[in-house]
């Protein structure tokens, strides 16, 4: 059984940080990781995601904020944000995505609160 377990959400004033992180279980090889997230009556927005081959990709807004990295010996991926505003409040969500079968495993996501 395949489990996606983030940790490193919390309350941050604007222009702190945050380091996010999620390790996946049950699961052989991995093509993509990356973060999700969703603010309260908005759609949920990729943030940033990394492919086995390193391969970044992000959300604009978090360009030269965000730092996405992965350890794939541990099945494991870390959000590193920085400066953060109160527009990156929401809840972030990490997922998997199985390189054999193509499936996506998300986590049950970790809420990020940054007060102004």
């Known amino acids: 059984q395949v489990q996606v377990v983030e940790s490193g959400g919390g309350l941050v004033q604007a222009g702190g940080s945050l380091r996010l992180s999620c390790a996946a279980s049950g699961i052989v090889a991995i093509t993509a990781m990356g973060w999700y997230r969703q603010a309260p009556g908005k759609q949920r927005e990729l943030v940033a995601r990394?492919?086995?081959?390193?391969?970044?990709n992000y959300l604009d807004s978090v360009k030269d904020r965000f730092t996405i990295s992965r350890d794939n010996a541990m099945n494991t991926v870390f959000l590193q944000m920085n400066t953060l505003k109160p527009e990156d409040t929401a809840a972030y969500f990490c997922y998997v995505r199985a390189l054999r079968t193509g499936m996506a495993y998300w986590g049950q996501g970790t809420q990020v609160t940054v007060s102004s």
């Open positions: 990394i492919f086995s081959d390193g391969t970044t």
